[in-house]
């Protein structure tokens, strides 16, 4: 089997690290040798091995009937998209970590696989190294899905590491997650919440049988977070995570990614750094949860490349994945009910108890002079909008725990 790379940045150049690294190991799981053939870039990368497998030009890799499958590692929507759909019509199985193109036109490419005899492949989209996609896919589905929830962005999971940890302010953390090149110069889809909303519509998707469009995510980010927030944490013997989370309740569907505090009885509660970790409740397993290096080159290239492998075995035959282009429709959020940590100025406490007399205090020595911070009983957010709004809120985290 000869394939094509597209995009030599970090995870493309980590597939073909794989690839040579493990190259008899490969082989012989795939039931043949993998050879890479082309590159396609639009750098140069003078003195160095790909240089010889370097192309310009998609076109090149499109027509050349020996190529049976393409690693797409580019990212972003275009032109990762019009190259994939292109594959996929003339045949040629496509394996990608490009969590962008998936979450969007997931659907439809898997559907021209479908007809095509080949395979779309996505493992490394969400999750980075942690096989996810795969078990929701094959291992799960005698069971049916009742909630998604996990961490799944190392880089704001790092932060918030910090800043729990350390006590760092959110710009202290952010800064030294940039210089660690966890986090990107412009961290926007990571710090707002942007990137866990597209990994839970693909999570979703697949769970469900049904497109869930990203857009339609309530997605809350963490830099709203302050360090006292994380000195109220530790006082309730909680840690503050990202989660995304995708519930079923009923004929209802809730999808929602926000920070939340969470105690030890959780098994989030221990997933510290850039690590992630996916927790996928069945109605008749139970809960089982998927935890590992979620992001970095080699974890997501090993992804990447164990979608080739299983390309390689099935050439000729579609691997069947439940997800139609017919739209699930989710629930108005503000139906959903959550527990809620609030803050306030010390001021308007007897307001916060009238609004909300069944209220559990949370107090800190050297802030009791100037906030009020309480713990709500679970509400619907309507509910929880609507007995707030006379109140001045210095900020409210919504919990997974009841007092």
């Not at 963490?222 to 995570?241: N, P």
Request: net charge negative; hydrophobic share 40%.
């Amino acid at each position: 089997m000869k394939i094509a790379i597209l995009g030599y940045g970090t995870i493309g150049s980590g597939v073909a690290e794989v690839l040579e690294t493990n190259h008899d190991n490969i082989a012989k799981r795939a039931g043949e040798e993998v050879t890479v053939k082309y590159v396609l870039d639009l750098r140069e990368f003078p003195g160095t091995k790909v240089e010889e497998l370097l192309v310009h030009d998609f076109a090149v890799i499109a027509s050349d009937a020996e190529i049976g499958c393409i690693v797409e590692t580019m990212g972003g929507v275009e032109p990762a998209y019009s190259y994939v759909k292109e594959a996929l019509l003339r045949g040629k199985s496509v394996c990608t970590s490009n969590k962008e193109l998936v979450a969007e036109h997931g659907a439809e490419l898997l559907e021209i696989a479908r007809q095509k005899k080949v395979n779309f492949l996505f493992e490394a989209s969400v999750g980075g190294g942690i096989p996810i996609i795969r078990p929701l896919n094959q291992s799960l589905t005698a069971d049916e899905i009742m909630e998604i929830t996990g961490i799944v962005n190392g880089t704001t999971n790092y932060i918030l590491t910090k800043m729990s940890r350390e006590g760092q302010t959110f710009e202290a953390a952010l800064s030294k997650a940039q210089e660690l090149g966890y986090a990107e110069r412009n961290p926007e889809a990571d710090v707002e919440g942007y990137d866990a909303g597209r990994k839970l519509a693909i999570l979703a998707s697949l769970a469900y049988g049904m497109q869930v469009d990203y857009e339609d995510i309530y997605m809350e980010g963490i830099t709203k977070l302050t360090d006292v927030d994380f000195q109220y944490a530790e006082a309730l013997d909680a840690e503050i995570k990202l989660l995304v989370s995708g519930k079923r309740e009923g004929d209802s569907f809730y999808a929602m990614v926000a920070p939340k505090m969470i105690r030890s009885d959780n098994p989030l509660y221990s997933v510290q750094d850039v690590f992630n970790a996916i927790l996928v409740r069945g109605n008749m397993l139970g809960d089982v949860m998927f935890y590992g290096s979620g992001a970095g080159k080699l974890p997501t290239a090993s992804a990447v490349v164990a979608d080739v492998v299983d390309a390689v075995k099935h050439q000729g035959k579609n691997i069947m994945t439940i997800w139609s282009n017919k739209k699930l429709a989710l629930s108005d959020r503000m139906e959903a009910e959550n527990n809620f940590f609030v803050r306030v100025p010390k001021t308007e406490e007897a307001r916060a108890r009238e609004a909300f007399p069944e209220i559990t205090e949370v107090k800190l020595a050297d802030l009791r002079e100037t906030e009020f911070a309480f713990l709500t009983p679970r509400l619907k957010e309507k509910e929880f909008i609507q007995r707030t709004q006379a109140l001045t809120i210095l900020n409210r985290i919504r919990t997974e725990f009841a007092e």
